[in-house]
């Protein structure tokens, strides 16, 4: 989940960077794309790490309160 963070974070810094540096840089925006890719990626990894410890939790049974 590190990483996911680590990623977002950098896109969006190099995104405010890069949008003063040099408006409209083609290298700019592929780099700041690419950190997009990456976190998005990272992201999905997340959510299949997540499932996949949700599904080896041991299932709680709530009984219903009269």
Request: no cysteine; net charge neutral.
């Amino acid at each position: 989940m590190n990483l996911w963070w680590a990623a977002w974070i950098a896109h969006a810094l190099v995104l405010v960077v890069a949008s003063r540096v040099a408006p409209g840089s083609m290298a700019w925006l592929v780099v700041t794309e690419a950190l997009m890719l990456a976190a998005a990626v990272l992201a999905g990894l997340v959510i299949e790490r997540v499932t996949a410890l949700q599904g080896a939790a041991p299932s709680v049974q709530v009984s219903p309160q009269t």
